[in-house]
């Protein structure tokens, strides 16, 4: 099994919503991110997980929260959004994220609008 | 900083084309260099890597030569098919660890048939 899978692969939401979107993969990664790609342009760091431990987060706003529950998941919490935090969600995994080996395994992403 | 340079899209081929797309980069250190591909609809796959100067990273008929000398890293594809229509990412390993990627603005490629 090669697949991050991510869910909901759409979701809109208001400005005064919680969601979340989840990620899934079962390759025995220990390394799990989030990425945000906006229409045409690439994908931009959030926050990167190296062994259930949040290791990067790139200066986002706590509208975002990360979560790990364990070494096959990973959560976004979405609270409060803006318009402008419409995008494509990517998480991806790697085997291990301590180690650069630039070999990323991407999910298909969750489209995301913040009405 | 590092950064990643790539030529402006949309390249427009015909099937069975030749294709270039052109990546140069600016890095401290020596970064491995990565190209990835986004089909429509779908995450981004790895589709080939060189982690030292003149490797050679090929798949799928792609190939791209990590140029220390020139700071360049360009995908190239003797005959292109329809179903390569795509976005390329070319991309930086950035320091630090993590997998830290730093991506190129990626160019779409449509090829006709």
């Known amino acids: 099994d090669t697949e991050v899978t991510q869910t909901p692969k759409h979701l809109v939401m208001g400005m005064t919503n919680k969601k979340s979107l989840k990620c899934e993969q079962h390759m025995g990664h220990r390394a799990m991110y989030w990425y945000k790609q906006k229409a045409k342009k690439p994908p931009e760091l959030m926050f990167v997980y190296s062994y259930e431990k949040l290791s990067i987060n790139e200066s986002v706003p706590s509208r975002f929260s990360p979560e790990c529950p364990n070494s096959s998941l990973l959560n976004l919490h979405l609270h409060a959004l803006q318009p402008e935090d419409s995008a494509l969600y990517l998480c991806?995994?790697?085997?291990?994220?301590?180690?650069?080996?630039?070999?990323?395994?991407f999910g298909e992403g969750s489209r995301l609008t913040v009405l | 900083g590092n950064s990643v340079t790539q030529m402006e899209g949309p390249v427009t081929l015909s099937e069975e084309a030749f294709l270039t797309i052109n990546c140069t980069y600016t890095?401290?250190?020596?970064?491995?260099l990565f190209w990835y591909v986004q089909y429509p609809g779908e995450g981004l796959q790895l589709l080939l890597k060189a982690t030292k100067a003149d490797d050679k990273g090929s798949n799928k008929g792609f190939e791209a030569t990590y140029r220390k000398e020139t700071t360049s890293f360009h995908l190239e594809k003797g005959s292109v098919q329809v179903s390569d229509s795509a976005v390329y990412f070319c991309a930086l390993s950035g320091s630090g660890g993590y997998n830290k990627l730093i991506f190129g603005a990626g160019t779409r490629l449509a090829v006709h048939p």
């Open positions: 890095a401290t250190g020596y970064p491995s």
């Open positions: 991806a995994s790697s085997q291990d994220g301590t180690v650069n080996t630039g070999e990323l395994f």
